[in-house]
């Protein structure tokens, strides 16, 4: 009865907090114009609303464009002509404005090709390791260039479309999960965010999204099938991965132990993710553990994944902090590694003294955080130049086209989670269950650490997959 009552609570807790959180996030949306001091920023919100709606009577009221659409859909050329068109528009797009890497993408750029030419790995550790090995690869198969380190990231970009398709998969027809591929392929920030030349977007999104595709294979598995084993050690595995792309996924061993929790009051079920847990804990250390023995060899010192932690935190808790980016830790000099290493520590404590000294201030920060990570998608749009140069009216169409795509994105997905919380007394929905942790989890993060629409960015593919997983149960429930 305890146990019950223990996994029935874990439920409610998370589905009340996502659909808070959710509605929260609608609020940032029609609250960020206002906090910009921009009136045409209520346009895009606006225009959200009324797709969903005319989507809606569509829906309702033309079955014969519903026959034409599920015709295509179907069509045996959907799926190759679908990525060989998201790719031809990523690659036209990138060729027409060759836009050049500013900020974090220079420095990820000139850290591969100086590594390339035989000066080793950045001695200040900075970044996470997994973009500059890969993008090394690329540049070092395709020649050294701005557009060959930006279009490395497009098998990531085609791999987490698949692996979209995979999911959803799981439990609906073939229909839906195209529509979830077309949905993710053609969305905007997806799309053109490659010229951004990011250095960690694409692969940690792919990570993350094989991460929650595997948990559900394991959850999936008949009992007389042991492939559920396999399933969690692969698991472990992408997660790995995804800590080595960014590392706040380091955090992703305690979502298994949340399901567990979860899961005690079904023998069973317990039993299998007790056992898995284990398995993803190890694979997860096998493949994380050389690394950070590395980087021990390097500093003397453990390090988690990289050194950027702790100047990141003191950038986004300072008393000249804005709560998105400030220089007050690249003011620091450094002479060597260990003099590096010990600036991070001293930033991380300087930090939390600030936190506990000022908690009125920290608490506008964290507001200020949570309206520029969830209410917007368009604070990066301004990385995107054409040869170097900014183009206004190019930022301005761009940011029009992405704010409308994530203020419909944001609407369906909290109106889905408003649902599953009304309904949590129901069934327990484990992707349900998984996509919200992941999503909270990092929330929670970004109050703490610096601000940015590119933080949501990575959970846009697995916010239409619980769009479409909601979409599945409401046909079942009318059937």
Avoid at 186 to 203: E, T
């Amino acid at each position: 009865m305890i146990a019950k009552y223990i996994s029935r609570c874990s439920c409610v807790v998370i589905y009340g907090f996502s659909a808070i959180f959710a509605v929260l996030a609608i609020v940032s949306l029609f609250y960020f114009p206002h906090l910009k001091g921009n009136w045409l920023g209520y346009i895009p919100p606006a225009l959200g609303l009324l797709i969903l709606f005319i989507n809606g009577l569509l829906s309702r009221k033309c079955p014969v464009v519903g026959k034409v659409v599920r015709d295509i859909l179907m069509s045996r050329w959907f799926i190759p002509a679908l990525l060989v068109a998201a790719t031809f528009v990523q690659l036209t797009f990138l060729l027409l404005i060759r836009p050049i890497p500013i900020s974090d993408g220079l420095v990820c750029y000139n850290e591969t090709v100086a590594f390339l030419q035989g000066h080793g790995l950045p001695w200040k550790r900075y970044y996470p390791p997994f973009q500059l090995y890969w993008s090394s690869l690329f540049l070092r198969c395709f020649g050294s260039s701005y557009f060959v380190y930006q279009v490395s990231n497009i098998p990531f970009y085609i791999g987490t479309v698949f692996i979209v398709r995979k999911i959803v998969r799981v439990f609906t027809a073939e229909e839906l999960s195209r529509i979830a591929m077309a949905v993710v392929a053609f969305y905007p920030s997806f799309m053109i965010y490659l010229a951004v030349s990011p250095y960690y977007y694409y692969p940690y999104t792919f990570f993350i999204t094989c991460t929650v595709l595997f948990i559900v294979r394991g959850f999936e598995c008949t009992d007389r099938s042991r492939s559920w084993v396999i399933w969690f050690a692969v698991a472990g595995g992408t997660a790995a991965m995804g800590a080595l792309a960014k590392p706040v996924f380091l955090i992703a061993p305690v979502y298994m132990g949340a399901l567990v929790i979860i899961a005690i009051s079904k023998r069973r079920i317990f039993v299998r993710l007790a056992i898995g847990s284990l398995v993803f804990l190890f694979t997860f250390a096998i493949f994380i553990l050389p690394w950070m023995l590395s980087l021990h060899d390097h500093f003397g010192h453990v390090v988690p994944v990289c050194t950027s932690g702790g100047f990141v935190l003191y950038s986004a808790n300072n008393a000249e902090s804005n709560g998105l980016f400030s220089d007050v830790p690249d003011r620091i000099k450094h002479i060597n590694k260990t003099d590096y290493f010990e600036s991070s520590k001293e930033c991380s404590k300087k930090a939390v003294e600030w936190i506990v000294n000022n908690p009125w201030t920290f608490g506008r920060l964290a507001m200020n955080k949570f309206i520029y990570t969830w209410g917007n998608e368009t604070t990066d749009i301004e990385l995107i130049n054409v040869r170097g140069e900014n183009v206004q009216l190019l930022d301005d169409v761009l940011s029009l086209v992405v704010q409308i795509a994530w203020s419909v994105l944001l609407i369906y997905w909290a109106y889905v989670c408003v649902l599953f919380c009304r309904n949590s007394g129901a069934e327990i929905q484990v992707l349900h269950l998984i996509i919200c942790m992941l999503i909270l989890s990092n929330a929670l993060v970004y109050l703490v650490y610096e601000g940015s629409c590119h933080h949501h960015l990575p959970f846009i593919p697995l916010m239409v997959v619980d769009i479409c997983f909601f979409k599945n149960e409401m046909l079942k429930r009318a059937q």
